[in-house]
């Protein structure tokens, strides 16, 4: 799994029921990234490290 964690523009917080993690971000599976974004495909296929 990937976590994407955006850019912060304030105070932002949020309470994940996945982890305790409470900066906004989403848990994410790196097939379901590659399946539907051309440029997250290019990256991971770029040999870039997880």
């Known amino acids: 799994d990937i976590i994407l964690v955006p850019q912060m523009?304030?105070?932002?917080t949020c309470n994940c029921i996945v982890c305790q993690d409470q900066v906004?971000?989403?848990?994410?599976?790196?097939?379901?990234?590659?399946?539907s974004c051309d440029y997250l495909r290019a990256l991971f296929q770029s040999g870039m490290q997880d």
Request: proline letters at 6%; aromatic letters at 0%; zero cysteines.
């Open 9 to 12: 523009t304030g105070e932002e």
């Open 24 to 35: 906004p971000h989403v848990h994410a599976h790196k097939t379901i990234l590659l399946s």
